[in-house]
T-cell receptor, first 115, second 121 residues
Framework: DSGVTQTPKHLITATGQRVTLRCSPR?????VYWYQQSLDQGLQFLIQ???????AKGNILERFSAQQFPDLHSELNLSSLELGDSALYFC??????????????FGPGTRLTVL | AQKVTQAQTEISVVEKEDVTLDCVYE???????LFWYKQPPSGELVFLIR??????QNEISGRYSWNFQKSTSSFNFTITASQVVDSAVYFC??????????????????FGKGTKLTVNP
């Protein structure tokens, strides 16, 4: 158990809908990272927050957004969902800002299925 | 841009065999970190090791060992005397400095496509 929690574990929805994925980092970790794992693209970095502020953006679509709240939990919002958004979404956390000094520990993931 | 190649898509071995998972990377950074993660059938990504670019010493942890060779840009992972519980997808990853950000750059992980290891009894 990494200490990172994600809810829900599974999510099934329809095209055009909007969903919110939630992540609670390990106790004391200030950084939260979101990754998407799909069959065709593999594991891709989406976005990072550090202590409530957006820190880095990767291949995140404009239909997707995220935020980190004062209690450090984070939410990833996916809107206008398309079939291709079906994937496993991981959240990871680390104590500080740079992965070269910290290790990212991953949550169990949320499996999103868009029908 | 950084790139990680895991040429072996799938490997199947019989229990107690040794197996090596290959990882080749490309980077322009002089300082970087390499990682291995394990993804068992349950789906969670489990951290195995982090190695910085200045430390080429091989590392051993129980039945796991890692061979980092800067000259060939490789960071291979060997499991000795494999067990059924080792069956999983293994990912190699490389740190990449991201540009910009609100207060300057940050870092992210660039993953290889993964190698699915099946250990048969």
């Amino acid at each position: 158990d990494s200490g990172v929690t994600q809810t829900p574990k599974h999510l099934i929805t329809a095209t055009g809908q909007r969903v919110t994925l939630r992540c609670s980092p390990r106790s004391g970790d200030l950084s939260v990272y979101w990754y998407q794992q799909s069959l065709d693209q593999g594991l891709q970095f989406l976005i990072q927050y550090y202590n409530g502020e957006e820190r880095a953006k990767g291949n995140i679509l404009e239909r997707f957004s995220a935020q980190q709240f004062p209690d450090l939990h984070s939410e990833l919002n996916l809107s206008s969902l398309e079939l291709g958004d079906s994937a496993l979404y991981f959240c990871a956390s680390s104590p500080g800002l740079a992965i070269t000094s910290d290790t990212q520990y991953f949550g169990p993931g949320t499996r999103l299925t868009v029908l | 841009a950084q790139k990680v190649t895991q040429a072996q898509t799938e490997i199947s071995v019989v229990e107690k065999e040794d197996v090596t998972l290959d990882c080749v990377y490309e980077t322009r950074d002089t300082t970087y970190y390499l990682f291995w993660y394990k993804q068992p059938p349950s789906g969670e990504l489990v951290f195995l090791i982090r190695r910085n670019s200045f430390d080429e010493q091989n590392e051993i942890s129980g039945r796991y060992s890692w061979n980092f060779q800067k000259s060939t840009s490789s960071f291979n992972f060997t499991i000795t005397a494999s067990q059924v519980v080792d069956s999983a997808v293994y990912f190699c990853a490389l740190s990449e400095i991201t540009e910009g950000g609100i207060k300057g750059g940050s870092e992210k992980l660039v993953f290889g496509k993964g190698t699915k290891l099946t250990v048969n009894p």
